[in-house]
C-alpha cells in the first residue's frame, strides 16, 4: 500500500459518501464546534481586551497571561474536563476556549494600544467622547491585529479540536483517532489530510480578509 | 468520577521516580527539536538576509507549516518513522520550531543598525568575524524572544504525541482518562506547565549574559 492507495481507499468508501461517518458529517461536525469555542472566546476576550487596551491597564498581566496559557498542554485539559464534567460538548468546549481566548485578549488590548497616541488626541481634540474614540479610531486600527489574532486563535482551534475525538467527540478527529485505535492506515491519513486542508483554508481565508475586509486607510499601511 | 478526589497525594508521593522519568523524556522530545530548529534558523536566516528574494517564499512556506495540525503531522509521519519512535514527534516540533525562529532571526539581523555595521567594516573586521562579534550578539534579544515561543508551545504540543505511542508527560493524559482516575492528569499538566516555566527562565538568564545591554531596552520581539 502507499500514499495514493491509501488516499484513494479512503475518499471512495462508501462509509465516506452518506451517513454519520461522511466526510460532510464530519466536516460539519468539526466546523460547528470550531465555530462555538471560536464565537465564545471572541464574546469573552475581545470586549475586555478592547477596554483593557484603551485605558492601557493591566497590560503587563495580559502579556504574562498568555505566555502562561501557552503553556498548559491542550490534551491534558480535555482529558481532565471530560472527567470532571463528562463527555460532552461542554467539557471540550472549556479547553478549546482557553486556547483561543487569551490569543484574542492580547492581539485586541496590543491592537488598541499601538494606535498612534496623535491620532487618539486628535479625535479628542475635535470633541469625540471616550467611547467614540474607542469605536471609531481605535478598533479600526486594531483590525489587523484582531484580524491576525483570530487568525492565529482559528487555526489552533482547528488543529486541537482534531485531539477532542479522543474524548469522544465526533469532528474529523474521528478518522484520526478511530484509524489509529484500529490500526486503520488510510482512515487516519484520510483524517489528518482534512483536517490539514481545513487549517490551510483557514489560513487562506484569514489572508484573503485581511487583503479585502480592512478600512481603505489601514490597507496601504501594511 | 463520584468520589474520585482530583488529586490522590499518596499516587504522586509513590509515582516520583516514574513521574521523572516522564518528565526527562518529555524535556528530550520537546526541547532538542528547538535546537534542531536554532541550528536550521540560522544559516538559512543567513541566507535570506544576504539573498532577500529568498525570504518572501520561505516564510510563506513556513506559515503554512505553522498552520499544520501537530496530531495529523504525527499521523502522516508514522508510516516513514513507525510508531511509538522519538522521530515521529520530533520532525514536526522541528519544523514548528523553525517555522517560528526564521522570521525572528531575521529580523534580528537585519536590526544592526547601518553605522554599526559600517563602522566594524571600517576597524577592519572581514565578513565573518563582523557577523561573529558585530551581527549575532546583536541578534540575540530577537533570537532569545524567538525561542521563548518556539521553546513553550514545543513543550506543550509535545504532549499531544502520546496519542502515537511518544509524548512523555502526554502519557499521564491518556493513562488518566483510560483509568477514569484524574491524578496523572493533574500531576501532567502541573508537570508541562513546571516544565515550560523553567525553560522559560533558563532563556530569560540566558539573554542577561548573552546580551546585558538588552535588559535595559525595552523589550523586543514579541
Same mark, same amino acid.
Given at each position: 500500500?502507499?500514499?495514493?492507495?491509501?488516499?484513494?481507499?479512503?475518499?471512495?468508501?462508501?462509509?465516506?459518501?452518506?451517513?454519520?461517518?461522511?466526510?460532510?458529517?464530519?466536516?460539519?461536525?468539526?466546523?460547528?464546534?470550531?465555530?462555538?469555542?471560536?464565537?465564545? %472566546?471572541?464574546?469573552? %476576550?475581545?470586549?475586555?481586551?478592547?477596554?483593557?487596551?484603551?485605558?492601557?491597564?493591566?497590560?503587563?498581566?495580559?502579556?504574562?497571561?498568555?505566555?502562561?496559557?501557552?503553556?498548559?498542554?491542550?490534551?491534558?485539559?480535555?482529558?481532565?474536563?471530560?472527567?470532571?464534567?463528562?463527555?460532552?460538548?461542554?467539557?471540550?468546549?472549556?479547553?478549546?476556549?482557553?486556547?483561543?481566548?487569551?490569543?484574542?485578549?492580547?492581539?485586541?488590548?496590543?491592537?488598541?494600544?499601538?494606535?498612534?497616541?496623535?491620532?487618539?488626541?486628535?479625535?479628542?481634540?475635535?470633541?469625540?467622547?471616550?467611547?467614540?474614540?474607542?469605536?471609531?479610531?481605535?478598533?479600526?486600527?486594531?483590525?489587523?491585529?484582531?484580524?491576525?489574532?483570530?487568525?492565529? %486563535?482559528?487555526?489552533?482551534?482547528?488543529?486541537?479540536?482534531?485531539?477532542?475525538?479522543?474524548?469522544?467527540?465526533?469532528?474529523?478527529?474521528?478518522?484520526?483517532?478511530?484509524?489509529?485505535?484500529?490500526?486503520?492506515?488510510?482512515?487516519?491519513?484520510?483524517?489528518?489530510?482534512?483536517?490539514?486542508?481545513?487549517?490551510?483554508?483557514?489560513?487562506?481565508?484569514?489572508?484573503?480578509?485581511?487583503?479585502?475586509?480592512?478600512?481603505?486607510?489601514?490597507?496601504?499601511?501594511? | 468520577?463520584?468520589?474520585?478526589?482530583?488529586?490522590?497525594?499518596?499516587?504522586?508521593?509513590?509515582?516520583?521516580?516514574?513521574?521523572?522519568?516522564?518528565?526527562?523524556?518529555?524535556?528530550?522530545?520537546?526541547?532538542?527539536?528547538?535546537?534542531?530548529?536554532?541550528?536550521?534558523?540560522?544559516?538559512?536566516?543567513?541566507?535570506?538576509?544576504?539573498?532577500?528574494?529568498?525570504?518572501?517564499?520561505?516564510?510563506?512556506?513556513?506559515?503554512?507549516?505553522?498552520?499544520?495540525?501537530?496530531?495529523?503531522?504525527?499521523?502522516?509521519?508514522?508510516?516513514?518513522?513507525?510508531?511509538?519512535?522519538?522521530?515521529?514527534?520530533?520532525?514536526?516540533?522541528?519544523?514548528?520550531?523553525?517555522?517560528?525562529?526564521?522570521?525572528?532571526?531575521?529580523?534580528?539581523?537585519?536590526?544592526?543598525?547601518?553605522?554599526?555595521?559600517?563602522?566594524?567594516?571600517?576597524?577592519?573586521?572581514?565578513?565573518?568575524?563582523?557577523?561573529?562579534?558585530?551581527?549575532?550578539?546583536?541578534?540575540?534579544?530577537?533570537?532569545?524572544?524567538?525561542?521563548?515561543?518556539?521553546?513553550?508551545?514545543?513543550?506543550?504540543?509535545?504532549?499531544?504525541?502520546?496519542?502515537?505511542?511518544?509524548?512523555?508527560?502526554?502519557?499521564?493524559?491518556?493513562?488518566?482518562?483510560?483509568?477514569?482516575?484524574?491524578?496523572?492528569?493533574?500531576?501532567?499538566?502541573?508537570?508541562?506547565?513546571?516544565?515550560?516555566?523553567?525553560?522559560?527562565?533558563?532563556?530569560?538568564?540566558?539573554?542577561?549574559?548573552?546580551?546585558?545591554?538588552?535588559?535595559?531596552?525595552?523589550?523586543?520581539?514579541?
Amino acid at each position: 500500500m502507499n500514499w495514493g492507495g491509501w488516499l484513494s481507499k479512503f475518499f471512495t468508501d462508501p462509509d465516506r459518501l452518506h451517513g454519520p461517518d461522511s466526510i460532510v458529517h464530519r466536516v460539519t461536525e468539526h466546523l460547528v464546534l470550531c465555530g462555538e469555542a471560536l464565537g465564545l %472566546a471572541f464574546l469573552i %476576550a475581545v470586549p475586555l481586551g478592547l477596554l483593557l487596551g484603551y485605558t492601557g491597564r493591566a497590560a503587563a498581566l495580559v502579556t504574562a497571561l498568555t505566555g502562561a496559557a501557552r503553556a498548559l498542554p491542550t490534551l491534558g485539559l480535555v482529558t481532565l474536563s471530560v472527567l470532571v464534567a463528562g463527555v460532552g460538548d461542554t467539557a471540550v468546549l472549556v479547553p478549546l476556549v482557553a486556547l483561543a481566548a487569551p490569543v484574542l485578549l492580547v492581539a485586541a488590548c496590543e491592537g488598541v494600544r499601538g494606535t498612534d497616541p496623535d491620532l487618539r488626541d486628535a479625535a479628542r481634540g475635535i470633541g469625540l467622547t471616550h467611547p467614540q474614540v474607542l469605536w471609531q479610531v481605535c478598533v479600526p486600527w486594531a483590525l489587523p491585529a484582531l484580524l491576525a489574532g483570530l487568525r492565529t %486563535a482559528t487555526v489552533q482551534v482547528i488543529a486541537t479540536a482534531t485531539v477532542a475525538a479522543y474524548v469522544g467527540l465526533g469532528g474529523l478527529g474521528r478518522y484520526v483517532v478511530d484509524g489509529l485505535a484500529t490500526q486503520d492506515f488510510p482512515q487516519t491519513i484520510g483524517g489528518a489530510l482534512l483536517v490539514v486542508l481545513l487549517a490551510v483554508a483557514a489560513q487562506l481565508f484569514f489572508a484573503a480578509l485581511s487583503r479585502f475586509a480592512l478600512p481603505a486607510g489601514l490597507r496601504q499601511r501594511r | 468520577m463520584d468520589g474520585e478526589p482530583l488529586v490522590r497525594w499518596n499516587w504522586i508521593h509513590d509515582h516520583l521516580g516514574y513521574l521523572w522519568g516522564l518528565l526527562r523524556d518529555h524535556a528530550v522530545i520537546s526541547l532538542v527539536p528547538v535546537l534542531f530548529g536554532l541550528a536550521l534558523a540560522l544559516p538559512l536566516g543567513l541566507l535570506c538576509t544576504r539573498f532577500p528574494r529568498l525570504y518572501q517564499p520561505l516564510a510563506a512556506v513556513f506559515n503554512v507549516v505553522y498552520a499544520l495540525p501537530s496530531l495529523a503531522v504525527f499521523v502522516v509521519l508514522i508510516p516513514y518513522t513507525g510508531l511509538a519512535t522519538q522521530a515521529t514527534v520530533m520532525i514536526p516540533l522541528t519544523c514548528y520550531a523553525l517555522a517560528v525562529l526564521l522570521p525572528t532571526t531575521v529580523d534580528g539581523l537585519r536590526a544592526v543598525p547601518e553605522p554599526v555595521r559600517q563602522a566594524a567594516t571600517a576597524l577592519g573586521y572581514g565578513p565573518w568575524r563582523r557577523l561573529a562579534a558585530v551581527e549575532l550578539p546583536s541578534a540575540v534579544p530577537y533570537l532569545v524572544a524567538g525561542l521563548r515561543v518556539a521553546a513553550v508551545s514545543s513543550i506543550s504540543l509535545a504532549s499531544v504525541g502520546a496519542l502515537v505511542g511518544r509524548g512523555g508527560l502526554g502519557y499521564l493524559f491518556i493513562d488518566g482518562f483510560q483509568r477514569t482516575f484524574p491524578t496523572p492528569i493533574v500531576a501532567g499538566i502541573v508537570l508541562v506547565a513546571l516544565l515550560a516555566l523553567v525553560t522559560d527562565a533558563v532563556l530569560l538568564l540566558a539573554r542577561r549574559l548573552l546580551a546585558p545591554w538588552a535588559v535595559r531596552e525595552k523589550a523586543v520581539g514579541r
